[in-house]
Each structure stands twice: as C-alpha cells, then as structure tokens.
C-alpha cells in the first residue's frame, strides 16, 4: 500500500471517530493543502457535506472576509465584470440557466440606455442645428440666443464624437 493510499485510510479512519462523538446533525470536512502546490491539495467530505456550507463556515469563522483579495473572488468579479461588458455590447450571452446571465442583463439594460440617449442626443442635436440655420437665414433673434445654443451643439458634438456612429 503506497503512503499517500495509507494516510488516506488513517485519515478516514481518524475522521469517522471524530464523526462518532459529534452532534448527528454536524458535518466534517479535513482540508489539507500545501501553499503553491494545488496538486497536492486533499478535501475529505463526509457524508451530507455541501462545499457551500464549508466556505460559508470558512467565511464566518475563519477569516473569510468579503473585503480581502483571493484568486477565487477575483474571478468571480472577473465574470462578473466581463458579462457586463458584453452584456453592454449585447455579445456573447451566456447560457439561460448560468448565474452570470443577471450580471449580462445589468451589461445589456445599460448599453440599450446608452444607445437610446445617444439616439436622442442625435435627434436633438439635428433639430437645435437646424433652427438655428432657420434663425440665421430669417436674420432674427438675439446674438446670445444663437450664441448659447451653438454652444450646446458644440457640447453635443463632443459627447457624440466618443461614441461610434
């Protein structure tokens, strides 16, 4: 019998007396793990064990806070950041039952918003600019009439100048 197949017989051993003396109701979990090697990583769960459960004991009594940075909360907000992009791009949807989907929508529901203001900034900007080509060949109004919406014309041009046509 190899090393690693003993201890984990000992292991198990140890682990279902442990099982033995503690309310029927608790669930056992040994995590044992070598920094910088995951490979070498061994999670023994014991009958009944949720690994959500695990982590969320984890979180409460071991130091898991919400505010500290690990790989695996980094990549949640990975995908979470990037479904939003796309969402926004309405590109690359992920599947109808993956939990990233509400993340998309968030993307999706701001990037129609945008595309309707921009829309609007366009529509409104067409129509101030031709008043005033109406107003300049008529020859009235005040000088800072036309100075004040040639203005906003100019403020509308910058903004719709940083989106695609």
């Not at 505010?67 to 992920?94: E, F, H, W």
């Not at 939990?99 to 945008?114: N, P, T, V």
């Not at 005040?142 to 719709?160: E, W």
Request: hydrophobic share 40%.
């Amino acid at each position: 019998m190899s090393a690693i197949n003993r201890f984990h017989e000992v292991a198990n051993d140890a682990l279902v007396m442990i099982s033995d003396r503690l309310p029927p109701e608790a669930k056992l979990t040994l995590v044992i793990y070598t920094p910088g090697e995951p490979e070498q990583d061994i999670v023994l769960k014991g009958p009944g064990v949720e690994a959500d459960e695990v982590v969320n004991t984890m979180r409460r009594r071991g130091g898991l806070s919400l505010d500290g940075d690990t790989g695996y909360k980094r990549g949640i907000c990975d995908v979470a950041i990037g479904a939003m992009a796309l969402g926004k791009q309405n590109s690359g949807p992920p599947p109808a039952d993956h939990w990233g989907l509400e993340f998309w929508d968030i993307g999706r529901a701001e990037g129609a918003l945008q595309e309707e203001l921009v829309q609007a900034l366009r529509l409104v900007r067409k129509e101030l600019d031709a008043c005033q080509r109406v107003i300049h060949y008529a020859g009235g109004f005040t000088p800072a009439y036309v100075d004040d919406a040639q203005a906003a014309i100019k403020v509308a041009d910058t903004v719709l100048a940083k989106v695609p046509a």
